[in-house]
């Protein structure tokens, strides 16, 4: 378990035994090369780590990562909503008209 530096000849692991190139030295997480991940590799921690340990950098864009996840709930629920009023609309309809036709002289 672990990797090799190339440079030193050196065997990297931490002390769960994780690879320490490839995860976070502070979660343990497998660190991401999409800068999209809540565990982007920030120098061998994680985003999400390195947020919560107070770097700025980080934490603004743990907060952006937040607000865009917001705004996706919100849009979808907006969606799903609107369409749940659309039924309830054509529904009402169907239930005057029937109601209507079934009175009419």
């Given at each position: 378990?672990?990797?090799?530096?190339?440079?030193?000849?050196?065997?990297?692991?931490?002390?769960?035994?994780?690879?320490?190139?490839?995860?976070?030295?502070?979660?343990?997480?497998?660190?991401?090369?999409?800068?999209?991940?809540?565990?982007?590799?920030?120098?061998?921690?994680?985003?999400?780590?390195?947020?919560?340990?107070?770097?700025?950098?980080?934490?603004?864009?743990?907060?952006?990562?937040?607000?865009?996840d917001?705004?996706s709930?919100?849009?979808?629920?907006?969606?799903?909503?609107?369409?749940?009023?659309?039924?309830?609309?054509?529904d009402?309809?169907?239930?005057?008209?029937?109601?209507?036709?079934?009175?009419?002289?």
């Open positions: 378990m672990g990797s090799e530096d190339a440079s030193t000849g050196l065997h990297a692991t931490n002390v769960d035994g994780l690879d320490s190139m490839n995860n976070c030295h502070i979660c343990g997480e497998e660190l991401s090369k999409d800068e999209n991940s809540l565990h982007y590799d920030c120098g061998g921690d994680c985003l999400w780590c390195m947020a919560k340990a107070g770097d700025p950098d980080c934490q603004g864009r743990v907060v952006g990562f937040m607000i865009d917001c705004i709930q919100m849009q979808a629920a907006v969606a799903e909503f609107e369409t749940e009023i659309r039924k309830v609309d054509y009402v309809d169907l239930f005057h008209t029937r109601i209507l036709e079934g009175f009419r002289p």
